[in-house]
């Protein structure tokens, strides 16, 4: 039997039951493989398909801040960068030292975090829950 004719065949529910065991055996077997090779296929063009995604549309991270920037030595052109240089040595000097003034800031920069909001959200719950 031609695998076209056992195919059509076993589409129709009428015609199955005039069947013999190794041909429903045969046709299931094919229907089986080709289902799957479909489904597989499917997903590889899916997965291309959000790779071509990812890289068209996730903008690339920008290189280092510039110089100016950046803050060395305490120093700041901004009067508000000066205050959160400020604050960051005083909590720094609190947490390492209670009571001894000997700590020096060199340099204050800001580190990209590429944690997700939730990760973060988490963190900032057990730290809250441990003070």
């Excluded at 094919?30 to 549309?57: D, H, K, Q």
């Excluded at 005083?90 to 975090?113: E, F, M, S, T, W």
Aim: charged residues 20%; hydrophobic residues 50%; proline residues 4%.
């Amino acid at each position: 039997m031609d695998l076209s004719t056992l195919m059509e065949m076993f589409s129709d529910p009428s015609r199955i039951g005039a069947l013999s065991a190794g041909s429903k055996l045969n046709a299931s077997l094919i229907t089986t493989v080709m289902g799957m090779g479909i489904t597989f296929a499917a997903l590889i063009i899916l997965l291309f398909a959000i790779s071509l995604m990812n890289r068209v549309l996730v903008k690339k991270p920008q290189a280092e801040p510039s110089a100016s920037t950046q803050i060395t030595g305490g120093i700041s052109a901004d009067e508000e960068m000066d205050e959160v240089v400020a604050a960051i040595a005083a909590a720094i000097d609190l947490y390492i030292r209670p009571g001894h003034n000997k700590v020096i800031i060199r340099n204050i920069r800001r580190v990209q975090d590429f944690h997700p909001r939730w990760s973060q959200a988490g963190l900032v719950d057990q730290l809250d829950r441990r003070l």
